[in-house]
Structures are given as structure tokens and as C-alpha cells.
């Protein structure tokens, strides 16, 4: 039978008590299901502590003694049953808030028993909570391995189902069936990705032999997770390249030589021009292009993007531009009107707040064609507009959008536009690849002359004298300055209040300089005029949240103030601080954070003081957070799942999984070939249920 049709109910020491637990808590139905459980850590059996021995790095540890005393304290949710453990060298807490009778019952005085468990200091004593706990055998082999540590609910403690009795479960599983372990790898690819077969690295990744079986099991089961994600992503992008052709922007015209030659304002960086050709490949190739293009703030998308327009007006198509924000929609309408000055190309704005009566000619102008470019936030989606011919997107900081709202500026015209998706949050390599799959990536990673590097501090909140003294400084020389505060969603309130605090207080602070405010519980209307009073100059010093996050652009602004800047995460703070920095002045972000800092904010901090490079931050971030949490890899609709594999850390798997997905699937995109049915087989077997989002990206 194979494993996977091996309902879990009548494995050795399950049952349907048991069963039903560990198919609400933790999904697991069958026995195959069961072996995927993998441990999160290890604990080396051969070794047992003593208590003097505890400190606070200790991770899951085993101790050994006797159990002296129960007390049951504490009321209601706190009421918890304590018993004091002893060895030679000392007393540890052991506590429990469940089960407080049956426990008492259970264990004994004058027993000695074996504690497994995670040391935490409560006030300054270490304590074990839950701990799982055996009798102490002497007769029994020390079997001297690393035993695995799994994952287990409160309710599956309770139905005796703690890392103990997974432990159990799993071993006299492999022990009947582990010759029922099919491989999914063909031999040449296990041959060429030097890995072990399947049955050994489950074998080991639940009991290990040793150190370095355990590690070759890691690797085989982290390139297996990879390799079929990758499979998955290649096969259907390379329908979709097939499916789809483009439009053929063949020549390079009137509208893009004469802006080249006669209205750019500066020389394109190295960079944007690589883009570009880039970008002409693409658009020539009679593929549909879908490029995304990162740059990181300040590094000149947004020309990019127009000149990418130009090149479809010059095939005789209309272009638009989506930006997440009526800020951004305007600002972009501003300076792409300002670059183009008297050229003759039509270009209209269309955002939430243009009003009924100039939506009717923009309808108009787009049928007919008279309307060369839009530029709009999400209204330009929506049914109602119609284009004449849309030969190309763009659309501009993308974690922002869907895969809907993606898909629905596909289904625009009858063919899909060409597509360029420009973002300034740097996504990691390695999770572009593995969420993005063949999604092609063109990077500016040079800044425009001129440019220098911004300082970042980081200052206590308790040093306000020193930081207005600083600030005023730049104001005196005629720059201006952002103050952020953020936003905590769950109480609008208290964010609004923060803002208008801070504001009144940066009044009352600097009598002499105008003062503006912008955020999120304003109308739309009363946000563009404040922030166009601070891009004219008209005010100094502008108060905000998070609002400004994105692409606002004051070149005259060198001071970015975050306040309570532990709040942020690190993508975040670097999108605030990308808002200054813009000129040729020397600009300043300031992190102000209170001085009592969790270690994980204390790194944060240190990495943004340290590091200008976006992709340096979105890396660390990665790491620190885990892709699950990254701003883009939940709005872009792909929840995968990775149980072993780590996208910060593994990058080399993820590299060399890709390149052989891609190889596979140029030989045999359907998976026809004889040598391949293993492979279709698996991908069957793991993503029949799931969207395909490869489909759409
Ligand atoms: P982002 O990539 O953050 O969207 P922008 O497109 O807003 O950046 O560009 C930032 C600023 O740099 C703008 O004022 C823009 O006019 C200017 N800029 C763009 N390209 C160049 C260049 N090659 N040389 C000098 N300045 C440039
Ligand atoms: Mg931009």
C-alpha cells in the first residue's frame, strides 16, 4: 500500500482517538503525511544537564532527578500546578496550566525521571513549562543520537500526544513501512544534484545517525521541496510563453529619438540604459513582456518607464501607467508632463477623484485614440475605460496590487499588453525566482550623479533637545524636513493623535517654519494641497504616516525623521528614508526609537544605520522575518508553503533546482517523455489542489 493511502488511524499507537487529533491540529492524515512532520529541532540524547547548568541560551535539553514538591497558584487563567524538580546540583520549576490533576496523579515522588524540555527565566528563576517527562530507565540504551523535537499543540498534549509520543509514532512507522518510501527523484537527477535517496533522508531526518547523515537528509528533502515549487512555476511559464505572443514593437521612432535628443533634461545612467535595452529585447521579440524592474529609491524608474512608452506610441499603441496612490498618479502625471513639455502626445490623468464631467472626454479620447498615455491609479482598471489599443502597462510599486487587479489589466484588450512592473522594494533573488519563477528582472542598481549616500542615526527618544538642534540646522540652510509617525491599524485613534501631537509639537518647537500634515483620515483633496504646499516650498517641515511611504518626491528635503521607528520593519524604514536623499545636498534620516530596544529592533536599527542598499536590507529582512511575512509575497497571492527549505539561507538549492527545472521543462514542457512520468506523477500528486499562479504574473 502505499503511504499515502495509509490512513494514520491504524499506524502503531495511534488509533481513532488519537487520529482524529493529529488530522484537526496538525493536517496529517495519512503515514506519508505523518513522515513530511518534520522535527524543528534536535535534542542530543547523550547528553544530560544539570540544573546549575541552565543559562539563558539553553535550547531544548533533557535533565535528570526527582520531583519533591506539587503546589497548585494562582486564579483563573494563571492557576498553574508547580512542581519543584531536583538533582545534585540544584531546583528547577517545572509548570503546568492544563492538566494540573491528571499530572499531579501521574508523577511521583522519589521517582527519577527524565525532563525534556526549553528552559525560560520567569523573574530570575529558569522554569520548564509542560515539559514532556519519562521515566528514568537505567537499563536502557543510551542511544547516544540527536533526537528530533516536533512541533505539538496544548490540545495535543493533552491526548498524550507531546514530541515524545510523535517520536514514538513516527519510529515504529518507519520501523514497519519504511520500505513502502517511494523515491520522487529520478536517478539522473539524484545523480547530478548529489543527493541521498528519499527513504534514507526520512530515515534520518527523524532519527538521525549522526551529524552528517542528518545534514545530507536536510539537503535532499530541501532540494525535493524546491525542485517541484521550481518544476511547477517553469512548466507553466513556458505555457504561458507559448500561449501568449506579443505584440512586436519593431522600430524605435519619432516620439523616443526626438525625446531622447531634444527634451531629456540629463544623461541616462549606465544603468537606465541597460534597462532600456533591456526593454527593447522584450518588446521586439514578439513575446509578451513581464518584466519587473527594481531599482531602489531615487534611482530613476519613473523615466524609465516613460521612455518604455514611448517606444510602444512609436509602434502606434497607447500606454498607461498604474501607481497605488492619487499622490503618486499625480506626481508621476506632473513630472512626465514636465519632461515632455510641448510634445505633441496626448496625456490625461485619471484617478478616484476626477470628476464625472472630465472622465467622459478621457473615455472619449481613449476610444479614439487621442489619448496617448494615461497615468491613474486603480480607477483606470475598471470596466468603464476602454483604450483604443493598449500596447503596454507599467505599473509602479506593485506589492501594492493584486493578482486580480493584475490580471484584470490583462483582459484590457482582446491581446494582452506588454507588461512592466517597476518596484523599489528590492525582492531577494531568490524569492523573485522561486514566487516569480521566469518573470524576467532588470535592475538599476546606480544612482544618478551627484547623489550622495545618506546618514542614518539612530537616537533615543529621550535626546530631543539634540535632534531639534540638528533639524533646525538644515532648516536654517533652507532645507526641509519629514517627521513619520506610524500607524498601528488596530487603533485609529491613537495614530491620528500621535500625528496631531507630533504636529502641534513641531509647531510649538519651531515658531518661525510653516508646518503641514498629511495623513490617511484626510480627504484626498486636503492631502494633494498639503503636499503640494511642501513640494512648492510653501511649508517646511511636514508631519505624516506612512502615507508618504511611497515615491514622493522633494528633492529639496534632506531630513527624514522616523519617529517610534521600532514599529517599522526594514523594508519600510528604507522606503521612508529613500524620500530624502533625492538632491545633490548631504541628507539625513533619523531613527528615534525609546531606549529600552528588544534585541530583533536593535538589529534593525543597526542594519539601517549601516547599510544604503535596498537589497542588503530586503535580505536581511528576509532572514529576519521569514518570506511568509514579506511586504509582496503575501498580496501576490502565492502561499506556499516551505517546510525545510529556507529562501534566506538556501539560495545555492534554489539556484541549482531552477536550473534544472528549466532544462526539463525545454525539453519536454508537457512532461510526456517516458523518463519524466515520475515527475509529472509528483506534481500531480502536490499541486493538483492549488492555484496556479504561474498563470498570472
Ligand atoms: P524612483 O526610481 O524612486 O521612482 P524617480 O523616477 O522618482 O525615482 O527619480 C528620482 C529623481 O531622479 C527624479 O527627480 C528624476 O528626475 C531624477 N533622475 C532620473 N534619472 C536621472 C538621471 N539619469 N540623472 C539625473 N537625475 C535623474
Ligand atoms: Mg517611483
Not at 479620447?365 to 491613474?376: D, F, Q, T, Y
Request: aromatic share 8%.
Amino acid at each position: 500500500m502505499e503511504l499515502s493511502e495509509r490512513d494514520i488511524t491504524y499506524l502503531p499507537g495511534v488509533g481513532p482517538k488519537k487520529a482524529e487529533v493529529l488530522k484537526k491540529e496538525i493536517n496529517i492524515h495519512s503515514a506519508e503525511d505523518l513522515l513530511s512532520y518534520y522535527p524543528f529541532r534536535y535534542i542530543d540524547r547523550s547528553k544530560i544537564y544539570s540544573i546549575s547548568e541552565i543559562q539563558a541560551s539553553s535550547a531544548y535539553i533533557q535533565l535528570k532527578g526527582k520531583i519533591i514538591h506539587f503546589e497548585t497558584i494562582g486564579e483563573g487563567a494563571a492557576r498553574r500546578l508547580i512542581a519543584k524538580f531536583k538533582d545534585e546540583s540544584g531546583i528547577i520549576d517545572l509548570v503546568w496550566f492544563k492538566g494540573i490533576k491528571f499530572i499531579q496523579n501521574k508523577y511521583k515522588f522519589n521517582t527519577e525521571y527524565i525532563v525534556f524540555g526549553k528552559p525560560t527565566l520567569f523573574g530570575n528563576k529558569y522554569n520548564i513549562a509542560h515539559p514532556d517527562i519519562e521515566e528514568f530507565d537505567p537499563k536502557a540504551e543510551i542511544t547516544g543520537g540527536l533526537a528530533g523535537c516536533y512541533n505539538t499543540s496544548e490540545k495535543m498534549k493533552n491526548h498524550f500526544l507531546g514530541t515524545k509520543a510523535i517520536q514514538r509514532i513516527i519510529q515504529s512507522t518507519l520501523t514497519s513501512f519504511a520500505n513502502d518510501i517511494t523515491e520522487t527523484l529520478p536517478p539522473s537527477i539524484m545523480k547530478r544534484a548529489n543527493v541521498i535517496s528519499r527513504k534514507e533522508a526520512l530515515l534520518n531526518i527523524h532519527l538521525p545517525q549522526n551529524l552528517d547523515l542528518l545534514k545530507k537528509a536536510e539537503y535532499r528533502l530541501k532540494f525535493e521541496e524546491l525542485f517541484f515549487l521550481q518544476l511547477n512555476i517553469q512548466r507553466y511559464s513556458k505555457q504561458r510563453s507559448e500561449k501568449v505572443g506579443g505584440y512586436v514593437f519593431s522600430k524605435i521612432g519619432e516620439h523616443f529619438n526626438s525625446f531622447y535628443h531634444n527634451y531629456l533634461p540629463f544623461p541616462l545612467t549606465g544603468a537606465q540604459k541597460r534597462v532600456l535595452k533591456e526593454i527593447r529585447v522584450d518588446l521586439g521579440s514578439g513575446h509578451q513582456m513581464n518584466r519587473l524592474l527594481q531599482g531602489d529609491v531615487g534611482s530613476g524608474k519613473t523615466l524609465v518607464g516613460l521612455m518604455t512608452m514611448l517606444m510602444g506610441l512609436d509602434n502606434g499603441f497607447q500606454a498607461c501607467i498604474m501607481a497605488p496612490t492619487e499622490i503618486l498618479a499625480n506626481q508621476h502625471y506632473e513630472s512626465i508632463k514636465a519632461f515632455l513639455k510641448d510634445m505633441p502626445i496626448g496625456v490625461e490623468l485619471l484617478t478616484g477623484s476626477t470628476t464625472k464631467k472630465k472622465r467622459e472626454p478621457i473615455h472619449e479620447g481613449l476610444r479614439n485614440g487621442s489619448i496617448h498615455i494615461l497615468i491613474g491609479t486603480h480607477a483606470l482598471i475598471e470596466d468603464e475605460v476602454q483604450f483604443k489599443n493598449l500596447g503596454i502597462a507599467i505599473i509602479d510599486e506593485q506589492h501594492r496590487f493584486g493578482v486580480a487587479q493584475r490580471a484584470k489589466l490583462w483582459a484590457k484588450n482582446n491581446h494582452p499588453p506588454h507588461i512592466l512592473v517597476m518596484t523599489a522594494t528590492p525582492i531577494p533573488r531568490t524569492l523573485a525566482m522561486t514566487v516569480y519563477g521566469d518573470l524576467d528582472v532588470s535592475v538599476i542598481d546606480e544612482l544618478p550623479p551627484g547623489r550622495k549616500p545618506i546618514q542614518t542615526i539612530h537616537q533615543f527618544d529621550n535626546r530631543r533637545g539634540s535632534l531639534y538642534a540638528s533639524m533646525k540646522k538644515q532648516l536654517e540652510e533652507g532645507r526641509q524636513i519629514y517627521i513619520v509617525y506610524p500607524l498601528i491599524q488596530e487603533n485609529e485613534k491613537m495614530d491620528l493623535k500621535n500625528v496631531e501631537d507630533g504636529f502641534y509639537q513641531i509647531q510649538a518647537a519651531f515658531p518661525d517654519y510653516r508646518v503641514c500634515m498629511v495623513h490617511g483620515k484626510m480627504k484626498a483633496k486636503d492631502k494633494d494641497a498639503a503636499m503640494q504646499r511642501f513640494a512648492a516650498c510653501e511649508a517646511h517641515i511636514m508631519v505624516a504616516t506612512t502615507v508618504i511611504e511611497v515615491g514622493v518626491n522633494v528633492p529639496n528635503a534632506t531630513v527624514m525623521v522616523i519617529e517610534n521607528a521600532e514599529r517599522f520593519g526594514l523594508s519600510q524604514l528604507h522606503q521612508l528614508r529613500g524620500r530624502v536623499g533625492r538632491g545633490g545636498d548631504q541628507s539625513y534620516c533619523v531613527l528615534v526609537t525609546s531606549p529600552k530596544l528588544s534585541n530583533d529592533t536593535r538589529k534593525r536599527m543597526d542594519i539601517m544605520v549601516k547599510s544604503n542598499d535596498g537589497f542588503e536590507i530586503s535580505e536581511a529582512d528576509l532572514s529576519l522575518r521569514g518570506p511568509g511575512d514579506l511586504e509582496g509575497t503575501q498580496q501576490s497571492g502565492i502561499a506556499f508553503d516551505l517546510k525545510l527549505a529556507n529562501l534566506a539561507t538556501d539560495g545555492q538549492i534554489v539556484q541549482l533546482t531552477r536550473d534544472i527545472a528549466r532544462e526539463i521543462i525545454e525539453k519536454d514542457p508537457a512532461l510526456n517523455m517516458h523518463e519524466n512520468q515520475l515527475l509529472a506523477r509528483q506534481l500531480r500528486k502536490m499541486f493538483s489542489k492549488k492555484f496556479n499562479w504561474g498563470i498570472i504574473s
